[in-house]
């Protein structure tokens, strides 16, 4: 059964970093992009960052470029999200989420339950 | 970046009822398209992908269509646990994406 688990949010002030984790498990994780998603509260989903299955390949949204930085272990089967500078505006649950198929695509067949980042004074 | 917009942003509807949301692209995504389903409190599921294909386990009242612009997805026989939000995403630009602000459908 594929699991991703996210853990690592929690409450920050502005400008501060946090380091988000999504660990995997019931696939082969070298196989497959991944990718953060998030959601602030009551709203719709944003795409966050991509990474390919080995690193060669990494993508932004314009809102977090230069601020966030995606990576991956292939063996430790776990994906992160580095994120510094924080905003109120990136206050959100934020989603680790398996690409469906074996090219750097965003088609996305599996998503963890989510962990909730918020920017605060 | 491409937006996609999404109609109705809401709407109620009765079990056993067809329902048909749209989704339309800013420019032309061929058929780059995927369908997700949200329910409260729940991480999306993937329904449909590549505008047509319905992925693994989803049940077979839900289709979708369209290329270009315009797609639809249409569930042909409401179900009580099809209340949830309902968003379009387009990987013509992969890995760069976006997603419809979604559509919330209630069960009357």
């Known amino acids: 059964e594929v699991q991703l688990v996210e853990s690592g949010g929690g409450s920050v002030q502005p400008g501060r970093s946090l380091r988000l984790s999504c660990a995997a498990s019931g696939f082969t994780f070298d196989d497959y992009a991944m990718h953060w998603v998030r959601q602030a509260p009551g709203k719709g989903l944003e795409w966050v960052s991509g990474i390919s299955r080995n690193s060669d390949r990494i993508g932004y949204a314009d809102s977090v470029e230069g601020r966030f930085t995606i990576s991956r272990d292939n063996a430790k089967n776990s994906l992160y999200l580095q994120m510094n500078s924080l905003r109120t505006e990136d206050t959100a649950f934020y989603y680790c989420a398996k690409a469906l198929g074996f090219t750097f695509g965003v088609d996305l067949d599996y998503w963890g339950q989510g962990t909730l980042v918020t920017v605060s004074s | 970046d491409i937006q996609l917009t999404q109609s109705p942003s809401s709407l109620s509807a009765s079990v056993g009822d067809r329902v048909t949301i749209t989704c339309r692209a800013s420019q032309t995504i061929s058929s780059y398209l995927n369908w997700y389903q949200q329910q409260p409190g729940k991480a999306p599921k993937l329904l449909i992908y590549?505008?047509?294909n319905l992925e693994t386990g989803v049940p077979l009242r839900f289709t979708g269509s369209g290329s270009g612009t315009e797609f639809t997805l249409t569930i042909s026989s409401l179900q009580p646990e099809d209340s949830a939000s309902y968003y379009c995403?387009?990987?013509?630009?992969?890995?760069?994406?976006?997603f419809g602000q979604g559509t919330k459908l209630e069960i009357k």
């Open positions: 590549t505008a047509s």
């Open positions: 995403q387009q990987s013509y630009t992969t890995p760069r994406c976006t």
